[in-house]
Protein backbone atom coordinates (compact mmCIF):
# COMPACT_ATOMS: atom_id res chain seq x y z
CA UNK A 1 0.00 0.00 0.00
CA UNK A 2 1.34 3.18 -0.91
CA UNK A 3 1.98 5.92 1.79
CA UNK A 4 -0.67 9.16 1.23
CA UNK A 5 0.29 12.67 1.19
CA UNK A 6 -2.40 14.80 3.80
CA UNK A 7 -4.27 17.60 2.11
CA UNK A 8 -6.83 19.60 4.86
CA UNK A 9 -9.13 20.97 2.80
CA UNK A 10 -12.19 23.76 2.90
CA UNK A 11 -12.60 23.39 -0.46
CA UNK A 12 -11.93 27.09 -1.43
CA UNK A 13 -9.42 28.13 -4.30
CA UNK A 14 -6.63 28.38 -2.15
CA UNK A 15 -6.76 25.36 -0.90
CA UNK A 16 -6.85 23.92 -4.04
CA UNK A 17 -3.45 25.37 -4.90
CA UNK A 18 -2.09 23.43 -2.20
CA UNK A 19 -3.93 19.87 -3.65
CA UNK A 20 -2.28 20.59 -7.19
CA UNK A 21 0.84 20.62 -5.47
CA UNK A 22 0.47 17.66 -3.48
CA UNK A 23 -0.77 15.57 -6.66
CA UNK A 24 2.53 16.46 -8.41
CA UNK A 25 4.14 15.99 -5.44
CA UNK A 26 2.90 12.26 -4.77
CA UNK A 27 3.17 12.02 -8.66
CA UNK A 28 6.88 12.55 -8.25
CA UNK A 29 7.83 10.14 -5.62
CA UNK A 30 5.17 7.52 -6.51
CA UNK A 31 2.42 8.38 -3.49
CA UNK A 32 -1.20 8.56 -3.32
CA UNK A 33 -3.16 11.41 -1.65
CA UNK A 34 -5.56 11.63 0.87
CA UNK A 35 -8.30 14.75 1.20
CA UNK A 36 -9.67 15.60 4.61
CA UNK A 37 -11.87 17.82 5.38
CA UNK A 38 -12.79 18.72 9.05
CA UNK A 39 -16.48 20.22 10.82
CA UNK A 40 -18.12 20.36 13.63
CA UNK A 41 -21.19 19.30 14.47
CA UNK A 42 -23.90 21.83 14.85
CA UNK A 43 -25.19 21.66 18.85
CA UNK A 44 -26.62 25.09 20.85
CA UNK A 45 -27.70 24.55 24.44
CA UNK A 46 -30.72 26.43 23.80
CA UNK A 47 -31.76 24.52 20.61
CA UNK A 48 -33.96 21.38 20.28
CA UNK A 49 -32.05 18.19 19.54
CA UNK A 50 -34.36 17.89 16.39
CA UNK A 51 -33.37 20.88 15.35
CA UNK A 52 -29.48 20.23 16.24
CA UNK A 53 -29.60 17.03 14.23
CA UNK A 54 -31.30 18.54 11.42
CA UNK A 55 -28.52 21.04 10.95
CA UNK A 56 -25.70 18.59 11.48
CA UNK A 57 -27.00 16.44 8.76
CA UNK A 58 -27.25 19.22 6.28
CA UNK A 59 -23.60 20.17 7.46
CA UNK A 60 -22.56 16.74 7.09
CA UNK A 61 -24.44 16.58 3.46
CA UNK A 62 -23.61 19.85 2.46
CA UNK A 63 -19.79 18.46 2.93
CA UNK A 64 -20.17 15.45 1.39
CA UNK A 65 -21.37 17.23 -1.77
CA UNK A 66 -18.53 19.54 -1.90
CA UNK A 67 -16.00 16.57 -1.56
CA UNK A 68 -17.56 15.03 -4.22
CA UNK A 69 -16.89 18.43 -6.73
CA UNK A 70 -13.78 18.45 -5.40
CA UNK A 71 -13.20 14.62 -6.16
CA UNK A 72 -14.32 14.85 -9.46
CA UNK A 73 -12.32 17.74 -10.16
CA UNK A 74 -8.78 16.44 -8.89
CA UNK A 75 -9.52 13.15 -11.32
CA UNK A 76 -10.21 15.01 -14.18
CA UNK A 77 -6.82 16.51 -13.88
CA UNK A 78 -5.04 13.73 -12.49
CA UNK A 79 -6.67 10.93 -13.76
CA UNK A 80 -3.80 8.37 -12.57
CA UNK A 81 -3.10 9.31 -9.55
CA UNK A 82 -4.45 7.56 -5.91
CA UNK A 83 -7.11 9.29 -4.34
CA UNK A 84 -9.08 8.42 -0.92
CA UNK A 85 -11.37 11.21 0.64
CA UNK A 86 -12.85 11.69 3.56
CA UNK A 87 -15.57 14.16 6.06
CA UNK A 88 -14.93 13.70 9.49
CA UNK A 89 -16.63 15.80 12.43
CA UNK A 90 -14.41 16.77 15.30
CA UNK A 91 -11.47 18.86 16.47
CA UNK A 92 -9.18 20.18 13.34
CA UNK A 93 -6.00 19.75 15.14
CA UNK A 94 -6.67 16.73 16.76
CA UNK A 95 -7.98 15.21 13.87
CA UNK A 96 -5.39 15.88 11.03
CA UNK A 97 -2.69 14.74 13.32
CA UNK A 98 -4.48 11.46 14.16
CA UNK A 99 -5.75 10.82 10.17
CA UNK A 100 -1.91 11.80 9.62
CA UNK A 101 -0.83 9.26 11.92
CA UNK A 102 -2.35 6.71 11.76
CA UNK A 103 -1.76 6.68 8.07
CA UNK A 104 1.75 6.97 8.00
CA UNK A 105 1.58 10.05 5.60
CA UNK A 106 5.05 11.53 4.35
CA UNK A 107 4.05 14.84 4.87
CA UNK A 108 0.76 17.31 5.44
CA UNK A 109 -0.01 20.15 2.95
CA UNK A 110 -1.65 22.99 4.15
CA UNK A 111 -2.84 26.56 1.43
CA UNK A 112 -1.48 29.64 2.92
CA UNK A 113 -4.01 32.22 4.77
CA UNK A 114 -4.87 34.72 1.92
CA UNK A 115 -7.60 36.96 0.71
CA UNK A 116 -9.97 33.86 -0.59
CA UNK A 117 -7.42 31.10 1.01
CA UNK A 118 -8.58 29.26 4.38
CA UNK A 119 -9.89 31.89 6.73
CA UNK A 120 -9.43 30.79 10.25
CA UNK A 121 -7.83 27.30 9.34
CA UNK A 122 -4.43 27.69 7.82
CA UNK A 123 -1.49 29.97 9.20
CA UNK A 124 -4.36 31.04 11.83
CA UNK A 125 -4.10 29.58 15.58
CA UNK A 126 -5.12 26.29 14.66
CA UNK A 127 -2.65 25.71 11.71
CA UNK A 128 0.27 26.95 13.87
CA UNK A 129 -0.59 24.29 16.43
CA UNK A 130 -0.37 21.81 13.70
CA UNK A 131 2.99 23.19 12.74
CA UNK A 132 3.72 22.75 16.54
CA UNK A 133 2.25 19.04 17.21
CA UNK A 134 3.14 17.50 13.47
CA UNK A 135 5.39 14.72 14.24
CA UNK A 136 6.18 14.99 10.37
CA UNK A 137 6.02 18.27 9.27
CA UNK A 138 4.06 20.72 7.85
CA UNK A 139 4.49 22.41 4.05
CA UNK A 140 3.00 25.47 3.48
CA UNK A 141 1.63 26.30 -0.19
CA UNK A 142 1.48 29.94 -1.14
CA UNK A 143 -1.87 30.86 -3.09
CA UNK A 144 0.13 32.43 -5.60
CA UNK A 145 2.36 29.02 -6.41
CA UNK A 146 1.84 28.20 -9.78
CA UNK A 147 4.34 25.72 -12.03
CA UNK A 148 5.25 22.52 -9.52
CA UNK A 149 9.17 22.38 -9.58
CA UNK A 150 11.13 20.18 -6.52
CA UNK A 151 15.07 20.99 -8.03
CA UNK A 152 16.68 23.48 -5.47
CA UNK A 153 15.96 23.66 -2.07
CA UNK A 154 16.72 26.17 0.28
CA UNK A 155 17.38 25.68 3.84
CA UNK A 156 17.68 28.58 6.62
CA UNK A 157 21.27 27.63 8.85
CA UNK A 158 22.75 29.10 12.04
CA UNK A 159 25.14 26.32 11.53
CA UNK A 160 23.32 23.86 14.37
CA UNK A 161 23.42 20.27 14.57
CA UNK A 162 19.94 20.33 14.53
CA UNK A 163 19.93 20.92 10.70
CA UNK A 164 21.34 17.92 9.50
CA UNK A 165 18.39 15.71 11.07
CA UNK A 166 16.17 18.46 8.74
CA UNK A 167 17.88 17.75 5.65
CA UNK A 168 17.65 14.46 6.74
CA UNK A 169 13.40 14.12 7.37
CA UNK A 170 13.26 15.73 4.24
CA UNK A 171 15.43 13.69 1.40
CA UNK A 172 14.54 10.37 3.61
CA UNK A 173 11.18 10.76 2.39
CA UNK A 174 12.12 12.28 -1.04
CA UNK A 175 15.22 11.78 -2.69
CA UNK A 176 18.57 13.50 -2.16
CA UNK A 177 18.85 14.43 -5.70
CA UNK A 178 18.93 17.97 -5.18
CA UNK A 179 20.60 21.12 -5.31
CA UNK A 180 20.71 22.76 -1.45
CA UNK A 181 21.35 26.45 -0.65
CA UNK A 182 22.08 26.97 2.41
CA UNK A 183 20.36 30.18 3.51
CA UNK A 184 21.88 32.19 6.59
CA UNK A 185 19.68 36.13 7.81
CA UNK A 186 23.12 38.23 9.77
CA UNK A 187 22.17 40.10 12.75
CA UNK A 188 23.12 43.53 12.48
CA UNK A 189 26.60 44.55 12.31
CA UNK A 190 28.02 40.70 12.23
CA UNK A 191 30.05 39.12 9.51
CA UNK A 192 30.43 35.78 8.06
CA UNK A 193 33.52 33.38 9.74
CA UNK A 194 34.08 31.82 6.44
CA UNK A 195 36.54 28.95 7.50
CA UNK A 196 32.81 28.18 10.12
CA UNK A 197 31.09 27.98 6.16
CA UNK A 198 33.14 25.46 4.18
CA UNK A 199 33.57 23.59 7.03
CA UNK A 200 29.56 23.46 6.87
CA UNK A 201 29.01 22.78 3.18
CA UNK A 202 31.58 20.19 3.52
CA UNK A 203 30.22 18.44 6.47
CA UNK A 204 26.72 18.97 4.72
CA UNK A 205 27.52 17.60 1.69
CA UNK A 206 29.26 14.54 3.10
CA UNK A 207 26.47 13.85 5.13
CA UNK A 208 23.66 14.21 2.71
CA UNK A 209 25.12 13.14 -0.57
CA UNK A 210 23.20 16.01 -2.42
CA UNK A 211 24.03 17.16 -5.76
CA UNK A 212 25.51 20.35 -4.86
CA UNK A 213 25.85 22.74 -1.87
CA UNK A 214 25.95 26.67 -1.97
CA UNK A 215 25.73 29.26 0.90
CA UNK A 216 23.59 32.35 0.78
CA UNK A 217 23.78 34.78 3.62
CA UNK A 218 22.00 38.68 3.58
CA UNK A 219 22.12 40.87 6.34
CA UNK A 220 19.18 42.16 8.54
CA UNK A 221 17.63 45.05 7.06
CA UNK A 222 16.66 47.93 9.62
CA UNK A 223 14.27 50.28 6.83
CA UNK A 224 11.32 51.89 8.20
CA UNK A 225 9.56 50.11 5.61
CA UNK A 226 10.55 46.83 5.92
CA UNK A 227 8.51 45.76 9.61
CA UNK A 228 9.70 42.05 8.98
CA UNK A 229 13.16 41.93 8.51
CA UNK A 230 13.68 38.32 8.55
CA UNK A 231 11.19 37.36 6.04
CA UNK A 232 12.13 40.04 3.79
CA UNK A 233 16.23 38.97 3.85
CA UNK A 234 14.78 35.42 3.46
CA UNK A 235 12.65 36.04 0.08
CA UNK A 236 15.30 37.66 -1.50
CA UNK A 237 17.85 34.67 -0.93
CA UNK A 238 14.71 32.78 -2.53
CA UNK A 239 14.56 34.91 -5.37
CA UNK A 240 18.45 35.52 -5.73
CA UNK A 241 18.62 31.85 -6.00
CA UNK A 242 15.70 30.46 -7.43
CA UNK A 243 15.20 28.11 -4.66
CA UNK A 244 11.70 25.58 -5.03
CA UNK A 245 11.26 24.62 -1.25
CA UNK A 246 12.47 26.44 1.90
CA UNK A 247 13.10 24.39 4.74
CA UNK A 248 12.75 25.74 8.34
CA UNK A 249 13.23 24.38 11.93
CA UNK A 250 13.98 25.92 15.37
CA UNK A 251 16.00 25.48 18.46
CA UNK A 252 15.26 26.96 22.10
CA UNK A 253 18.88 28.45 21.79
CA UNK A 254 19.11 29.50 18.08
CA UNK A 255 18.53 32.69 16.88
CA UNK A 256 16.33 31.21 14.29
CA UNK A 257 14.20 30.55 17.28
CA UNK A 258 11.92 33.74 16.61
CA UNK A 259 10.46 32.03 13.67
CA UNK A 260 8.31 30.01 15.35
CA UNK A 261 6.85 32.97 17.25
CA UNK A 262 2.95 33.01 15.82
CA UNK A 263 3.25 36.30 14.24
CA UNK A 264 6.35 35.88 12.55
CA UNK A 265 5.47 32.31 11.14
CA UNK A 266 2.07 33.72 9.64
CA UNK A 267 4.64 36.06 8.18
CA UNK A 268 6.79 34.07 6.63
CA UNK A 269 4.19 31.42 5.54
CA UNK A 270 2.04 34.50 3.89
CA UNK A 271 4.81 36.68 2.16
CA UNK A 272 7.11 33.72 0.28
CA UNK A 273 6.43 32.49 -2.90
CA UNK A 274 7.70 29.07 -2.62
CA UNK A 275 6.32 26.12 -0.57
CA UNK A 276 7.75 26.18 2.62
CA UNK A 277 8.27 22.98 4.58
CA UNK A 278 7.89 23.48 9.14
CA UNK A 279 9.42 21.12 11.11
CA UNK A 280 9.93 21.75 15.51
CA UNK A 281 13.33 20.47 16.43
CA UNK A 282 11.39 18.63 18.62
CA UNK A 283 10.47 16.07 16.58
CA UNK A 284 13.82 15.60 15.01
CA UNK A 285 16.10 12.81 15.89
CA UNK A 286 19.45 13.45 17.69
CA UNK A 287 22.43 12.86 15.58
CA UNK A 288 24.52 10.36 16.88
CA UNK A 289 27.34 10.84 15.23
CA UNK A 290 28.06 14.47 16.37
Known amino acids: MKNALLIPTDFSENAWVATKYAANLAIKFNWDIHVLHVYQKFDRLLATTEFNEAVAKHNEAASIDEMQILENRIKAEFPKLGLTTA ?6 TETILKVATENNAPFIIMGTKGASGLKGLVFGSNTFEIIQESPIGVIAVP ?18 ATEFDLIDSFIHRTSPAIDLTLMHVLESNKSNDQNT ?3 WEEK ?14 KQMIN ?3 VKQPIPYCIEQMILEEGVDLLLLTYTRKSFF ?7 LTKSIANELTVPSFFMREYFLHPLRDQ
Not at 87 to 92: A, E, K, P, V
Not at 144 to 159: A, P, R, V
Not at 212 to 217: A, D, G, N, V
Open 143 to 160: ESYQDFKLEKIGMLTNFQ
Open 87 to 92: CIDGNL
Open 197 to 199: ILY
Open 257 to 263: ASLFSKS
Open 223 to 225: RID
Open 204 to 217: MLKHTGVNSITFRS
